[in-house]
């Protein structure tokens, strides 16, 4: 090969690393040029994903991880039922990157559960179930919350007394209690998922539940309602009149 051809061939793979470089940038370009609501979802994530590969850039590697989301859940959405195996599935995406995507996705629902916390009154069962039917509907373990209250009805804070296999009557009053002392709450409420879909309460659901409110009322803080969350559907045990 002679000098010119080597200069050539230098000069073209130079062209062509700085093409692969401006496609990776140019989110960063978009975000300062037009702001972040301007941007679609892959070139957010590329922006966190930050770099590439030689064979794809940080857009075309986000790309492939929102095509990751099942459905009913497509895009942003479908990012926190993903998991960090099948992140790392994709060629470019490693653990750090995927842990990265997972605490995005965490965030997200965190940012959206909290405003849409504002201005709810948590002694609505329907407005209880509104506020957990996404977060809870498409677990495939079964999740057992138990929510504190102030006066107002609003929301204190959220503990998660179980997940997993659960047996609801090995769930201790004790245990929710305590927990409703140390956030000084003056009302409770109990919500768990079946991820069977069906919202009907077992007998576990059913004994737990008039175990807690004999207690609550023993002791002052009442149990306001146990909410279970199926697909896209709900039982309140207030509703229904099932309180013991």
Known sequence: MGKRDKEKTGTEKAEKTKVQKTVQELPYERFLRFGPENLTEAELLAIIIRTGTREKSALQLAEQVLNLARYPKEGLLGLYDVTLDELQSISGIGIVKAVKLKCLAELSMRISMARAREGL????????????????????????????LDTKGQMICERKLSEGSVNMSLISPREIFLAALENRAVN?????NHPSGDPTPSKSDIKLTCNVKTVGDQMGIPLLDHVVIGDNRYVSFKEAGWFC
Request: neutral net charge; charged residues 20%.
């Open 188 to 192: 409770i409420l109990l919500v768990h």
């Open 121 to 148: 009154n948590f002694t609505s069962s329907g407005q209880v179930a509104s506020y957990f039917m996404e977060k809870l509907r498409h677990r495939e373990t079964e999740c057992v919350i138990l929510v504190c």
